[in-house]
């Protein structure tokens, strides 16, 4: 189970860090992705983990401003959002699936486990 946490209201510069709490399986089996979801709009990819941290990936929209970790002793992934943009409004979702070390994705197919959704908000 994926518990997402940390959404809001803020203004548009403003920062924010979503978590994403497991429970329920083997955390350090699991790739994690971050993806989210504009009224109207697919589903996208933001920004995604590997099993043990090594590896990083980011959609280009949020290279720079967006950071990707995840807290082993937490089991908990977390997405620090800076300089947020009106633009990132949306449900941010966090995902994750049982892979090898290394291994990341940015297809959200690619992922079994998904958390309920955190709204995050940006006023211009």
């Known amino acids: 189970q994926l518990q997402a946490s940390g959404g809001g209201l803020v203004q548009a510069g403003a920062s924010l860090r979503l978590s994403c709490a497991a429970s329920?399986?083997?955390?350090?089996?699991?790739?994690m992705g971050w993806f989210r979801q504009a009224p109207g709009k697919e589903r996208e990819f933001v920004a995604a983990i590997s099993r043990r941290g090594k590896r990083v990936s980011y959609v280009d929209s949020v290279k720079g401003r967006f950071k990707i970790s995840r807290d082993f002793a937490k089991n908990t992934v977390y997405l620090q959002m800076s300089s947020l943009k009106p633009e990132d409004t949306a449900v941010y979702y966090c995902a994750g699936h049982d892979g090898i070390d290394g291994e990341i994705y940015d297809q959200k197919e690619r992922y079994d486990y998904w958390g309920q959704g955190t709204l995050v908000t940006v006023s211009s």
């Open positions: 329920g399986r083997t955390f350090g089996t699991m790739y």
